[in-house]
């Protein structure tokens, strides 16, 4: 078995949580008296710190974010666990998964709204390793979450994959030294994840436990330099 741990995104990876998360801004907008939102924006920022995805799907300066990011959580407070699935075959897959590998968590929502969501999800305790936003200095695409998660559980970064919806999921882990998987049905494209170069590319969530089997161990297992 080449992998020991995998280290998966949150939103659009695990979660299907766009419809919170664009209804949470419009309510923003409506709030600040704007007239709406950039859906494609946002959508693209999906993934990245949170006043980042605001400044982008509001059209925001980085002095009025503070303010909208407050806003933010309130209304995401109130909507997210009625709005928020997992993607089909993510609960089964991982409850397979758990049984050979370590399971980890690299998301850049806060932590405690992190950990609340995947208790209401029921998957919480599948994980051995959580990083949210307040756990690292650099957000992603730096690789910092990765190679946490990689100290705290002692894995070397070979025996690594990283999986992720989005372009900085795949940067971070490449940034990182891991293999990556890219899932096609998150925020990014296929032609901007593939431009990355993931060492997989799945379409579904259960594809994945057929890449893992498939793959052979890296000489770096085996002991050969």
Known sequence: MKYRLLVFDFDGTLAD???SIMLSLELVARDLGLSGIDRSNARQGIGLPLRRT???GLGLSPDDAPEASDLYRKHYNEIAFDATHL?????????QLRRDYLLAIASSKSRQGLLA????????????????AQDVQRA????????????????PAWECLV?????????????????????????????ELSSFGPTFVIDSFPQLDSCLKNVKPSPEANGFP
């Open 17 to 19: 949580s766009e419809a």
């Open 54 to 56: 605001i400044e982008m």
């Open 87 to 95: 993607f089909p075959g993510v609960q089964e897959t991982l409850e």
């Open 117 to 132: 969501m995947m208790r209401h999800l029921e998957i919480y305790e599948w994980f051995s390793f959580v990083a949210g």
């Open 140 to 155: 992603k695409p730096a690789p910092d979450m990765v190679e946490l998660a990689l100290a705290t559980l002692d894995i």
């Open 163 to 191: 999986i992720g919806d989005t372009v900085y999921d795949i940067e971070m882990g490449q940034r990182a030294s891991a293999d990556t998987c890219a899932v096609t049905y998150g925020s990014n494209s296929l032609d």
